[in-house]
């Protein structure tokens, strides 16, 4: 019976990888498409369930109404899951090339992308 599930486990684990290779062009443009400019973006990254929504308005510069609405919008869209009140993205923007601070490089502590920020930081 081992054997059996241990396959089985495989086999799904197989189709899931080829249901997001398939995905993958479609999830990046509805991104594309909900998160137009780098402020809704660098807030959606941030968005992971560890940043209070305060410290997202304050780094992106955000109003809370504007917070709110973006993520409303994500979580209609299914790129954001809500539980308990507590918004949380589903994927990560460098995986789909929409943010300016690639996998592997130095990350700002608060989520920030932009080159000012930056550099302030490194001095």
């Given at each position: 019976?081992?054997?059996?599930?241990?396959?089985?486990?495989?086999?799904?684990?197989?189709?899931?990888?080829?249901?997001?290779?398939?995905?993958?062009p479609?999830?990046?443009?509805?991104?594309?498409?909900?998160?137009?400019?780098t402020?809704?973006?660098?807030?959606?990254?941030?968005?992971?369930?560890?940043?209070?929504?305060?410290?997202?308005?304050?780094?992106?510069?955000?109003?809370?109404?504007?917070?709110?609405?973006?993520?409303?919008?994500?979580?209609?869209?299914?790129?954001?899951?809500?539980?308990?009140?507590?918004?949380?993205?589903?994927?990560?923007?460098?995986?789909?090339?929409?943010?300016?601070?690639?996998?592997?490089?130095?990350?700002?502590?608060?989520?920030?992308?932009?080159?000012?920020?930056?550099?302030?930081?490194?001095?």
């Amino acid at each position: 019976m081992a054997d059996a599930s241990a396959e089985l486990l495989a086999t799904l684990r197989e189709i899931r990888t080829w249901v997001r290779a398939a995905a993958y062009p479609s999830v990046k443009k509805l991104l594309e498409d909900a998160l137009p400019d780098t402020k809704s973006r660098q807030a959606y990254q941030m968005t992971d369930g560890a940043n209070a929504r305060d410290s997202i308005c304050k780094a992106c510069k955000l109003s809370p109404n504007r917070l709110l609405a973006l993520q409303s919008r994500c979580v209609a869209l299914g790129l954001m899951s809500s539980s308990d009140g507590r918004k949380t993205r589903l994927f990560d923007l460098c995986d789909f090339g929409l943010l300016g601070n690639p996998k592997g490089s130095e990350e700002q502590p608060d989520g920030a992308t932009d080159g000012k920020r930056i550099a302030r930081l490194k001095r």
